[in-house]
C-alpha cells in the first residue's frame, strides 16, 4: 500500500512536470528565455518559501547547519540556472512546425541515461543494460529529431541535448546534497536561480512587466505546480516508492510532454519520429532496470 501511495504521487508528479513543456512552449511566444526562468524561479522560492514558514521545524542536534544548506542551494542553483535556460532556449528556438513539447521532452530525458554513463568516468562499473540503452537511445534520436536527414535537425534539438547533459551534471550536485534539509535546499536553489536569470534577463533581453503579464498564467503553473508542487510531491513520494521504480514513473514526464503537446497545442508528430519517441522512452526505462543479486538471492 505504502509502495502504491508512492508511485501515485510520482505519477502526478511526472503528468505537472509533463505538462510543464506545454506551458512552456506557450510562453516562449511572448517571453524571453532568460526572463521566463526568472519568474518561474522566482515563483517557486516565494511558495516554497510559504511552505517553510507554514512547516514547524525543530532544529535537533543532527540538524544541517545553515551555511551547509545555503553552499548546496547555491551549488543546485547555478546548476539549474543553466540546465532550466538551455531548455527554455531550446523550447523558443524550435521553428513553428515542429513539435516542441513532444521533442524537448523527451530530449530533455535522455539526462537518465547521461546519468548512467557518466558513471563510467567515475570509475564505477556499468551494466550491458545500460549500454545498449544509450545505443538506443542515440538511434531514437536519430529518428526524432533527423528523420529528414541530417538537414532536418532543428537548433532546439542542440540545446535539449545540452539541457539534458546539464541536467545530469545537476543531478549529480543534488546527490551530494543528500544529507541537507530539500526543502530549504530547493528553495535556495530557486531563489539563486531565479536572481542568475534575472540579472542575464536585464542584461540580454528586454525585460519588461508587460512581457510577465501576457505570459502570467505559463509562469504560475511553471514556479507553482512544475517547480513547488512537483518537487515536493517527488520527495513524498520517494519517500514510499523504491529508487528503481521511483525513476521509472518519474521518466514518464516525457511521454506526458509528447501528449500534452498533442492535446493542447495541437502538435503532431510523423510515424519515424514518434518511433524515435518509443525508442528514446524504452531506452529511459532500460537505463533503470534493477540489478538481480544472484549472490543475495542464494543465501536464502
Known amino acids: 500500500m505504502r509502495q502504491l501511495r508512492g508511485v501515485g504521487l510520482l505519477l502526478i508528479t511526472a503528468l505537472i512536470w509533463g505538462l510543464g513543456f506545454a506551458a512552456q512552449s506557450s510562453a516562449a511566444d511572448s517571453i524571453g528565455s532568460f526572463s521566463f526562468t526568472a519568474a518561474r524561479s522566482l515563483v517557486a522560492a516565494t511558495f516554497l518559501s510559504v511552505l517553510l514558514g507554514v ?14 544548506v545555503l553552499r548546496g542551494g547555491l551549488l543546485c542553483g547555478g546548476a539549474l540556472f543553466v540546465a532550466s535556460n538551455l531548455q527554455q532556449f531550446g523550447i523558443a528556438a524550435y521553428p513553428p512546425e515542429a513539435a516542441s513539447s513532444g521533442r524537448a521532452g523527451f530530449l530533455t530525458a535522455t539526462y537518465v541515461v547521461m546519468v548512467a554513463l557518466s558513471s563510467l568516468f567515475l570509475g564505477r562499473r556499468v551494466r550491458f543494460s545500460v549500454l545498449a540503452a544509450a545505443v538506443g537511445c542515440v538511434a531514437g534520436m536519430y529518428l526524432l529529431c533527423m528523420s529528414g536527414g541530417f538537414g532536418s535537425i532543428y537548433l532546439g534539438d542542440l540545446f535539449e541535448l545540452a539541457c ?13 546534497c543528500a544529507s541537507l534539509d530539500s526543502l530549504r535546499v530547493s528553495c535556495v536553489q530557486f531563489a539563486f536561480c531565479g536572481i542568475l536569470s534575472l540579472l542575464a534577463a536585464l542584461l540580454f533581453e528586454d525585460f519588461s512587466v508587460p512581457q510577465l503579464l501576457r505570459a502570467w498564467l505559463s509562469v504560475l503553473y511553471a514556479g507553482v505546480f512544475s517547480s513547488g508542487v512537483g518537487y515536493t510531491l517527488q520527495i513524498i513520494g520517494q519517500k514510499y516508492a ?38 528514446v522512452f524504452v531506452s529511459v526505462l532500460a537505463a533503470q532496470l534493477p540489478v538481480r543479486r544472484k549472490g543475495k538471492e542464494k543465501s536464502k
Open 164 to 176: 539534458a547533459a546539464g541536467f545530469a551534471v545537476y543531478i549529480w550536485v543534488v546527490d551530494r
Open 242 to 279: 523504491e529508487p528503481a521504480v521511483a525513476s521509472v514513473v518519474m521518466s514518464l514526464e516525457s511521454v506526458f510532454a509528447a501528449l500534452a503537446g498533442w492535446l493542447l497545442l495541437d502538435e503532431r508528430l510523423s510515424a519515424a519520429e514518434l518511433c524515435g519517441c518509443a525508442l
Open 55 to 68: 512547516r514547524r521545524i525543530r532544529p535537533s542536534a543532527g540538524t544541517p547547519s545553515a551555511r551547509g
